[in-house]
């Protein structure tokens, strides 16, 4: 049994302690532990889509955070659905609030066929900037935050130039979403609908009942998915919430060089859940 003067110093010892702090490791950690993984949409006119990156690069409001890893390529084409690709795991970051995020982007290129030569894509500014999302974001303390950065390869390569010399170019559109929030979408299409050699694809749209439009429109989709050679398709990272999902037969004529607007042949309100996947075909 401990001595009154014992006691008493180990009480006094203990306070001190915590008015000087020496327990704030523990108690007061202003930390966050960052995930980050890449996904993306679905194009039709191209093999691979290919990215070399080797870092990150981050801005809060007091700090700049970089990380770095030995660079390696990513094919977009691979990572459509719910599929994705971690770039880094469990990197400790001040808590707070982030302005943006940059993907540090080595070099960039596309394969139109299975059988044909990588095409460099041209990437403006690119070499000085990398891939930047002005976006912010909030990492929690104390907690791990697991992000999935989602590049929309549709939206993001434009083609222009005759047909004999056309160029293709790459201003990445991404968005970044928090897993805790996201849910899936899948269903089955009924192979009828479209022409044998249509291409065939689902375009998720914000909000029931919305307006829907092909991209670079004034009602863009948020994201698109195509129709497999078995008929289903799946999006993926949607933020939990309502939304409007449009079929249609002319995906691959949804480029910069098209002549004509889109047109969708069906149209049905989704309802995405967090952390589970929803079905809704096409019959």
């Not at 160029?167 to 970044?176: A, D, H, I, N, Q």
């Not at 998720?204 to 429109?217: I, K, L, M, P, T």
């Amino acid at each position: 049994m401990a001595s009154p003067m014992k006691s008493s110093f180990l009480t006094s010892s203990f306070i001190a302690c915590l008015l000087s702090g020496c327990f704030s490791e523990n108690n007061t950690d202003n930390s966050s532990r960052l995930s980050l993984a890449l996904t993306d949409g679905a194009i039709d006119f191209a093999e691979q889509v290919n990215l070399t990156v080797s870092g990150v690069e981050l801005k809060s409001n007091s700090d700049n955070p970089s990380f770095t890893f030995p660079a390696r390529t990513i094919n977009l084409l691979s990572l459509q659905g719910s599929q994705s690709e971690t770039l880094f795991t469990d990197e400790e970051l001040p808590a707070g609030e982030y302005q943006w995020l940059r993907l540090i982007v080595d070099s960039a290129s596309i394969v139109l066929e299975a059988d044909g030569g990588e095409i460099l894509l041209t990437i403006p500014s690119g070499d000085q900037t990398g891939f930047k999302l002005v976006s912010g974001f909030t990492l929690p303390s104390n907690t791990n935050a697991n992000f999935t950065l989602d590049f929309d390869v549709r939206k993001s390569i434009t083609v222009s130039g005759s047909a004999n010399n056309l160029t293709y170019k790459l201003r990445p559109t991404m968005r970044l979403v928090n897993n805790i929030e996201v849910g899936h979408i899948q269903g089955s299409v009924n192979g009828t609908l479209c022409d044998a050699e249509a291409s065939m694809a689902v375009y998720a749209y914000e909000n029931h009942d919305a307006v829907v439009d092909d991209e670079g429109s004034d009602n863009p989709p948020v994201t698109s998915s195509l129709i497999s050679d078995s008929f289903d398709y799946k999006i993926g990272f949607l933020t939990a919430g309502n939304y409007t999902i449009a079929l249609t037969c002319m995906a691959d004529d949804d480029t910069a060089l098209a002549d004509e607007a889109i047109i969708f042949i069906a149209e049905q309100n989704a309802a995405v859940t967090a952390n589970q996947t929803g079905s809704f075909p096409f019959e």
